[in-house]
């Protein structure tokens, strides 16, 4: 489970990260991934959908998939840019 179930932002990164559509850098804890398909996308979302608020009800489905591409959108596309600009070998 998250680590806050009320938080939005906390509840989609989590569901992102443990389908692994996205991967946060293992040298750069900033720097977010995208890394799935669409199918891992949309198993985030799943996961999300079925994440019980303190309240006891779960999250809109349309305010999870506006955070999920706000969130995709943010991640860098396949590789991590920090990395890609210190490492020699690039
Ligand atoms: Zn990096």
Redesign the pocket.
């Known amino acids: 489970m998250p680590a806050n179930v009320d938080d939005l932002t906390a509840v989609v990164r989590h569901a992102l990260e443990t389908t692994r559509a996205t991967t946060v850098?293992p040298?750069?804890d900033e720097?977010t991934i995208r890394v799935g398909d669409d199918a891992a996308e949309s198993h985030a979302y799943e996961r999300a959908k079925r994440v019980v608020r303190s309240d006891g009800t779960t999250w809109e489905g349309e305010a999870l998939r506006e955070e999920i591409g706000r969130q995709l959108a943010a991640a860098a596309d396949g590789r991590?840019p920090?990395?890609d600009r210190t490492d020699p070998r690039a």
């Open positions: 850098c040298f750069h720097v991590c920090k990395c």
